[in-house]
C-alpha cells in the first residue's frame, strides 16, 4: 500500500475515534467559521486529524454511507439540534 494512502487512512482512523454525530456538529461549526471568515479550510503539511479539510471530507463521507446504508445504523443516529454547536 503507497505510505500516503496508508497514512491518510490512519487518520481517517483516528478522526472516527469521535462519534458521527459529535463530527457532524464540529463540521458545521467549521464550515460556519470558514464562511464567516470567507476563507478555505485550514489544513497541515503534513495533513492532521484536525485539519478542517480532511475532518469535514471524512465525516460527510461517514455521514453518506450512514443514510445511504439506512436501516439500523441510520436510525441510532440521534437528532442533531440545530441550537447545538
Given amino acids: 500500500m503507497n505510505d500516503g494512502l496508508e ?3 490512519k487518520l481517517q482512523a483516528r478522526i472516527r475515534e469521535t462519534p458521527l454525530t459529535e463530527r457532524l456538529k464540529q463540521a458545521r461549526s ?8 470567507h476563507r478555505a479550510p485550514k489544513l497541515s503539511i503534513p495533513v492532521q486529524h484536525y485539519d478542517e479539510d480532511i475532518f469535514i471530507t471524512t465525516t460527510l463521507e461517514d455521514a453518506l454511507k450512514a ?6 445504523e441510520w436510525s441510532k443516529l440521534p437528532d442533531l439540534d440545530s441550537t447545538d454547536s
Avoid at 467549521?30 to 464562511?35: E, F, S
Avoid at 443514510?67 to 439500523?72: F, S, V
Wanted: proline letters at 0%; aromatic letters at 6%; charged letters at 20%.
Fill in 7 to 9: 497514512g491518510y487512512r
Fill in 67 to 72: 443514510i445511504n446504508g439506512g436501516g439500523a
Fill in 30 to 37: 467549521m464550515i460556519g467559521k470558514m464562511c464567516s471568515e
